[in-house]
């Protein structure tokens, strides 16, 4: 099956400093992909829509100087968790939209990235 | 704006149980829903895919049913075992938004 990538799977900061999270999708390309995170024992909450070569799109809520979206590709999404602070802790996953085939329209996800600020 | 609700919350049982699992969304004109496996602090593993024009889909001891009229679908475990243990999250793509509104999930737990 389609296979997403997202790196780091853990990362410990300290409070101020910024932290970059990279979504790829190895064997198909995603000119859509969506960044989520989940908090202990809670559901997703979508975060944003990151479009190839276009600004992302926020949800209510999210600020847009604080997380910083870019794809730069078609098989790769970053976000940037800038000046992070203990309350930015977090599960952050992404997820790719395959754009054709016959599982079009179905999304797949990476295994996420753990947010420790300290 | 799309709430989606799963029931139960939590559910143990032991091995060797059919179960089923309840999903519930309040817009019907959804593009497709959804299930998913999420183990402890892992990622989501994608279970079944139903496309808004099906009423179900098997993959192996899974069956997903979808009543979109109702806003209703259900996954179907058969012969659970203890591997099954996981939290099960359905989601919905809202036609036209193409991002998923998932559930809470329902942490099953299946005793050996």
């Known amino acids: 099956g389609a296979v997403v990538s997202q790196h780091p799977s853990r990362v410990i900061c300290k409070s101020g400093t910024s932290v970059k999270i990279e979504c790829r999708s190895l064997?198909?390309?995603?000119?859509?992909m969506f960044w989520y995170r989940q908090f202990p024992k809670q559901s997703l909450m979508l975060m944003a829509t990151?479009?190839?070569?276009?600004?992302?799109?926020?949800e209510q809520g999210v600020e847009k100087d604080k997380f910083l979206i870019n794809h730069a590709s078609l098989t790769l999404s970053t976000l940037t968790v800038t000046s992070a602070h203990p309350e930015d802790s977090s599960f952050y996953i992404c997820s790719a939209r395959s754009a054709g085939g016959l599982r079009t329209g179905e999304l797949f996800f990476g295994e996420g990235s753990r947010l420790t600020v300290l | 704006k799309q709430e989606v609700t799963q029931i139960p919350a939590a559910l143990s049982v032991p091995e060797g149980e059919n179960l089923v699992l309840n999903c519930s969304f309040t817009d019907s004109a959804i593009y497709n829903l959804q299930w998913f496996r999420q183990d402890p602090g892992k990622g989501l593993t994608s279970l079944l895919l139903?496309?808004?024009?099906?009423r179900e889909q098997t993959s192996g001891r899974l069956n997903a049913s979808l009543d979109k009229s109702s806003g209703r679908s259900t996954l179907y475990i058969a012969a659970s075992q203890p591997g099954d243990s996981a939290t099960y999250l359905c989601a919905v793509n809202d036609t036209g938004r193409r991002a998923l509104t998932f559930g809470s999930g329902t942490r099953l737990q299946v005793q050996p």
């Open positions: 064997d198909f390309q995603a000119t859509t």
């Open positions: 139903i496309q808004s024009s099906q």
């Open positions: 990151s479009n190839e070569g276009s600004k992302a799109t926020y």
